[in-house]
């Protein structure tokens, strides 16, 4: 009996433990979606690489996340599905293609990324538990990100697109 009372307690240590989110992280409310993100820990990387990735940036008059497509004037129903969506668009086509010459960047490169994947899985399930519905501002907002993203080769779009990082960081610790 004593043994069943340890293990239904060492059962309930385990669940509660999964459910808080890690060391350094914050939780976002994204709609109806909680997401934990240790935005200090990829704003810290992101702050150490920002002026390379910025100078490798040979188009200064065009912006991938910015006005006149502002992520600031998106209404708190469409957060959750624009954020999932970022966050594809950044491990699915930005991370793969920012591979610069200097491994220190690329190493930095390489953790946020990581903590991006995580970000994402946890978007995901809200997505599946349709707890992130995208209407049509969402929609045409990212649409129009796609737009400016797929106008430059590869390369360029993704180093401009990581350069721009401090965008999507900003509007979500705003919003």
């Given at each position: 009996?004593?043994g069943?009372?340890l ?5 309930s240590m ?13 939780i976002?409310q994204l709609?109806?979606?909680?997401v934990?993100?240790?935005?200090a820990e990829i ?9 390379n ?9 065009l ?5 006149p497509h502002s992520?600031?004037k ?14 594809n668009f950044?491990?699915d086509?930005v991370f793969?293609h920012?591979?610069?010459e ?6 930095k490169?390489?953790?946020i990324a990581n903590?991006?994947?995580?970000v994402?899985?946890s978007l995901?399930q809200?997505h599946?538990?349709?707890?992130c ?5 969402s929609?045409?907002k ?5 737009v400016?993203?797929?106008g430059l080769?590869v390369?360029s ?5 990581l350069?721009?990082l401090?965008?999507?960081l ?5 919003s």
């Open positions: 009996m004593k069943s009372h293990f239904l307690c060492l059962l385990l669940c509660s433990l999964s459910l808080v989110p890690t060391a350094g992280s914050q976002f709609g109806s979606c909680r934990p993100i240790s935005m704003r810290a990387g992101f702050n150490t690489i920002k002026a990735i910025q100078a490798r940036d040979p188009i200064k008059t912006s991938i996340l910015s006005y992520l600031h998106l209404k708190s129903s469409d957060r959750c599905c624009i954020t999932h969506h970022l966050f950044y491990v086509k793969k920012c591979k610069t200097d491994s220190y960047v690329n190493r490169i390489s953790s903590s991006f994947l995580s994402r899985r995901q809200c599946e538990q349709n707890k519905l995208c209407g049509q501002e929609t045409e990212l649409r129009q990100i796609l400016n993203y797929q080769n390369t779009a993704a180093i401009k697109s350069g721009e401090d965008i999507l900003d509007w979500m610790e705003k």
